[in-house]
Structures are given as C-alpha cells and as structure tokens.
C-alpha cells in the first residue's frame, strides 16, 4: 500500500519566495494533518482538515501561510513570502475516520530558506 | 493537553530487552496512551497504543499502570534498526491532533 506521500523532499530557495509544499494522504483517510519540526520548537501542529474540511488552524504561525485542501487526494500548504526562520522539516499524516486508528506520516519535505 | 514525561535519553545493548517509561499524572479518562517513535531522516511512525490493559503488537508491548499515571514500553529485543526518538503522547483518538513533547533518544549498542 502506498503511504503518505510529500513532494519534494528537499525544497531550497530565497527569502521573499513562494514555496508550496505538497501532500498526497492514503486514500480512504479522512483526516490530514500539517505538522513542522524544528530543532527549537519540536514537532507541532500546524493545522489539520476533516473531510477536505479545515478544523484547526491555530497553529498556522501566520498569514504567510496558508493550506488547502481542494479534493480527498491531495492537500498543499503554501507561505508566502518565505522567509528564513520559516526553515525546517514539514510533516503530512493521515488517518481513517472509523476506530481508533493510529496517523500515518509521510518522509516529510526540508525546507531551506536562504 | 495532559502532559507526559519521558527521560531526554536511553541506551541499551543489541539483542537486550528495552523499557522506556512514560508518566502522565494528569491524564484523562478518555486519554489513549499512544507510542510513536521516530527514526533519522523520517516521519514519525506508529508503535503502540493503549487505554487501560497492557497491549501487545509485532513491534512492541504497552504495559499500563493499574492508575494509568504512568506506562512503559517495552521492546522485546533490541536492534541497531530501533535506535530512535520515541514519543509518549496522549490523543483521545488517531484523529487527534498528536501533542509531541521532546521523546527519550533510545541509542542501541552493537
């Protein structure tokens, strides 16, 4: 079975640009979480969506950023403009709606903003 | 968002058995005591998972404490392969937003 899949892996570009980060979930999966790990800050939430649906967004750091979910297969987080503190590895994960099913994380994307 | 605590770091010898522990005193009665670890260069990934009796799965047990304040996780035989960051968090469900705190660096020694 194919897994949470995030494009690209490795993302490096200049401050001030737009860099748009990409999530496939697996498919079945209702819900999709948009997680970054820094050395500083850990691991955190970002948002997450139910049903294409936005539930949470208090995470998102600031109106620099921005996600979406246009359809179940497919979700992207965007910030623009970048900017270097903005660097780090983001993390996409998935999980069914029915039981009490673990997430499941994609290999994640590491953002380098010069 | 109840807190756990874990030690920051553990060592173990290659092909001995492994207990990290996990306490969360103010944990919940809804709270499942879930296990994630993390390996270098990856996402987390899903170990264990329990509520109230001790679990076992192909990777590992989840042995619970009578109180629920305090749980560990046991490897049975450590390997090279599980030398990682494991996280202790409490979630009501895989649905919920996971809360990570810093995890216990376990290192395993050939």
């Known amino acids: 079975d194919a897994g949470v899949i995030q494009s690209p892996r490795h993302e490096v570009t200049e401050m001030g640009q737009e860099v748009t980060l990409r999530c496939k979930p697996i498919?079945?999966?209702?819900?999709l979480f948009w997680y970054r790990q820094t050395m500083m800050r850990g691991l955190e939430l970002l948002i997450y969506?139910?049903?294409?649906?936005?539930?949470?967004d208090s995470g998102m750091p600031e109106d620099r950023f921005s996600a979406k979910m246009p359809n179940a297969s497919f979700s992207t987080l965007k910030i623009q403009p970048s900017e270097p503190r903005d660097s780090a590895v983001y993390f996409c994960?998935?999980?069914?709606?029915?039981?009490?099913?673990?997430?499941?994380f994609g290999d994640g994307t590491r953002l380098s903003i010069l | 968002d109840a807190k756990t605590t874990q030690p920051n770091s553990m060592e173990s010898n290659e092909e001995e058995p492994v207990h990290l522990p996990c306490n969360h005193s103010?944990?919940?009665?809804?709270?499942?005591i879930h296990w994630y670890r993390q390996l270098p260069s990856q996402g987390p990934e899903y170990v264990i998972h329990?509520?109230?009796s001790n679990v076992n799965n192909r990777m590992a047990s989840l042995a619970i404490a009578e109180d629920r304040k305090s749980s560990t996780l046991i490897l049975h035989r450590a390997t090279l392969r599980d030398a990682a960051v494991y996280y202790c968090?409490?979630?009501?469900?895989?649905?919920?937003?996971?809360?990570f705190g810093k995890g216990t660096r376990l290192s395993v020694i050939a």
């Open positions: 968090i409490l979630a009501f469900s895989g649905n919920t937003p996971l809360v």
């Open positions: 994960a998935s999980s069914p709606t029915s039981g009490n099913q673990p997430q499941h």
């Open positions: 969506f139910n049903n294409n649906v936005p539930i949470d």
């Open positions: 498919s079945g999966h209702d819900y």
């Open positions: 103010t944990i919940s009665g809804t709270d499942y």
């Open positions: 329990g509520l109230t």
